[in-house]
């Protein structure tokens, strides 16, 4: 383990109030009070949801043996939010995978609320860099994608893809093809389409990298909220150092060739965040302490 | 990083090579230091430009004369093989016009049509239905690849057409043969190629559907299949031209109505005329199905155009 940075039990910058809700994210994705609850409780004393033990994942044999991961061991707790920061090649992704269900890992296990984890599933919703909305399909149609595989009936289904593009601000594009949308605002349909069917778990790979600056930052403010509101618990991959400090409750600083866990960090601003926080002096030191155990040589 | 020493000079095309005399399109500073309005780059040719674009008057004008060119082709043949007393001889575009007006009137032409139209609906489609089923499966499914992938590599190599005496033998001299000779000689290039179709859905895609609780069945019902559509009807298209081909060897043995039919019985009497008009009739045939499949491909997949 390495050095634990802030104190341990969150303490929100002052001029953060509860009330702040960019437009759009209003109280649609309904919170569960029991996670409110979850403010100010230490990270590691809340109720494990996603355990990761001894995970090995090894590619190629022989001569061609290529060690992606090299015994991996993570927790998270019941509504938390992880960043994996790493080089390109740590194999950061790879992890995401094993635990979406959509790679098997050579040895380890992943578990959720005590289950292992042998597939994907609707309970870990994913969503990934870029290029993952159905082209056919419109806006609306992606977003129930979801719903048709957990057999929700059509008025049903309906009325949670028309709530849910109210969440992610595109109504006015339900009967859009992505073709026709933003980068920024297929990511907000991907995500909408991943949180439709209300996962325990979302994984985020690499989910704003393929964005400019301005959108990214708008969408980290959507996904800060949408977490605060629903508790979901998130393991998001990035190797954007500002955006995982920002966003995160622990930062893990992977290494590569092997993949392992280099250090672990506490980010101790809370659950409620908002841009303030940016120009914070604590958040830019910790984005910059991040950002030195990432380049350390190893 | 000082620039000393260093092999790279920023500011080399300025100043590099002085203008040979009376050439002013190297871009060299005249000599009061000012720049000069040279020539700087390749030029972007409109006809010559690698995989770029034409606007549509080039597009039509081009193809215009294109077959303008063909039809010239055909007329100085034909002009200049009239009379003649050796073998080799052209019909004239009017009297291939006359023919086909022949043709037509005895209705001759339509049941040839008829004949050979149902032939080609009954095995292509049977090809096609084959070939996506199977060329889905094998897409998809790395067990059903490696079990089929190779005995049907196999068999596409047999010469479909030398199947011809067996077939009639097995199957007698009916509409039977024709059919399966259709198929046979297209199936298993629709097979392979609908099989890479499928190969090429994006992994993300199918990963997305899984993450959300897609079965397997879902997948290739729901991803697989719609974003294969638009390569499907293509696959369709290219190997359409093989099952014409396949007619004509269906036709050429046994058969009393049919367009390869006419063909070979007009060469039979040394009507030419006849046979070019019965060609062309191919031609147009086979410029209107690909016109209509790819009206399907742009109606079917608006997201893929």
């Not at chain 1, 002052?14 to 309904?30: E, S």
């Not at chain 2, 009393?256 to 009739?281: C, H, K, P, Q």
């Amino acid at each position: 383990m390495g050095p634990v940075t802030g104190p341990e039990v969150s303490d929100p910058p002052a001029g953060h109030g509860a009330g702040r809700a960019p437009a759009g994210a209003r109280g649609a994705v309904v919170a569960d009070p029991a996670l409110l609850a979850l403010e100010g409780v230490p990270y590691d004393q809340r109720p494990v949801k996603l355990e990761i033990r001894g995970l090995v994942k090894v590619y190629g044999d022989g001569r061609d043996e290529v060690v992606a991961l090299d015994g991996i061991d993570l927790d998270l707790p019941t509504g938390g939010f992880v960043s994996l920061v790493g080089t390109s090649g740590c194999g950061k992704s790879t992890l995401l995978n094993i635990v979406a269900g959509l790679d098997r890992p050579t040895s380890g296990e992943v578990l959720v609320d005590g289950d292992l984890v042998v597939g994907p599933g609707p309970d870990r919703g994913v969503v990934f860099q870029a290029y993952s909305l159905f082209p056919w399909r419109t806006v609306a149609e992606n977003v129930a994608f979801g719903l048709e595989c957990t057999g929700v009936r059509k008025a049903a289904r309906r009325a949670r893809v028309a709530e849910m593009l109210g969440v992610v601000g595109l109504s006015d594009f339900a009967d859009r093809l992505p073709r026709d949308l933003s980068g920024g605002m297929r990511q907000r349909v991907a995500i909408a389409r991943a949180l439709v069917t209300e996962p325990d778990v979302l994984l985020l790979d690499e989910p704003f990298g393929a964005l400019d600056l301005q959108t990214r930052r708008s969408l980290h403010e959507f996904l800060a909220q949408v977490w605060q509101r629903t508790g979901a618990t998130v393991l998001m991959v990035t190797h954007d150092v500002g955006e995982a400090v920002y966003l995160s409750e622990r930062v893990v600083v992977m290494s590569s060739r092997p993949g392992r866990v280099a250090e672990v960090v506490d980010v101790p601003f809370g659950r409620s965040r908002g841009p303030e926080l940016r120009r914070d002096e604590r958040f830019m030191a910790l984005e910059d302490e991040v950002d030195d155990l990432l380049h350390q040589p190893r | 990083m000082t620039p000393t020493g260093s092999a790279v000079v920023i500011g080399a095309h300025r100043t590099a090579a002085p203008a040979p005399a009376g050439a002013g399109e190297t871009g060299a500073p005249a000599d009061d230091g000012r720049p000069g309005r040279g020539r700087r780059g390749r030029p972007l040719g409109t006809l010559t430009r690698i995989r770029g674009t034409l606007s549509l008057r080039w597009r039509v004008g081009l193809g215009v004369s294109g077959l303008v060119a063909l039809v010239g082709l055909w007329l100085v043949a034909a002009a200049r093989t009239t009379g003649a007393d050796s073998g080799v001889r052209v019909p004239s575009p009017a009297a291939t016009w006359s023919a086909f007006t022949d043709l037509w009137s005895s209705g001759t032409l339509q049941a040839d049509l008829a004949a050979s139209g149902e032939r080609m609906l009954y095995g292509y489609g049977i090809s096609i239905v084959v070939g996506v089923v199977l060329g889905i499966a094998i897409g998809a499914f790395p067990g059903v690849e490696g079990g089929l992938e190779a005995p049907i590599g196999f068999l596409r190599y047999i010469p479909a057409s030398a199947l011809t005496p067996l077939l009639l033998l097995w199957l007698g001299v009916d509409e039977a043969p024709k059919i399966t000779l259709i198929v046979i000689g297209t199936v298993f290039f629709n097979i392979l190629m609908v099989a890479d179709v499928a190969r090429a859905v994006p992994r993300e895609l199918i990963n997305a559907a899984a993450t959300l609780g897609a079965s397997r069945r879902r997948i290739i019902l729901r991803v697989v299949l719609p974003n294969s559509w638009p390569g499907i009807i293509d696959v369709a298209r290219i190997n359409l031209a093989a099952g014409w081909l396949m007619l004509v060897v269906a036709e050429l043995l046994a058969s009393d109505e049919g367009l390869a039919v006419r063909i070979v019985r007009s060469t039979r009497f040394l009507n030419f005329d006849v046979m070019f008009a019965v060609l062309i009739v191919f031609g147009i045939i086979g410029v209107a199905s690909d016109l209509l499949l790819r009206g399907l491909r742009w109606k079917a997949a608006p997201w893929d155009r």
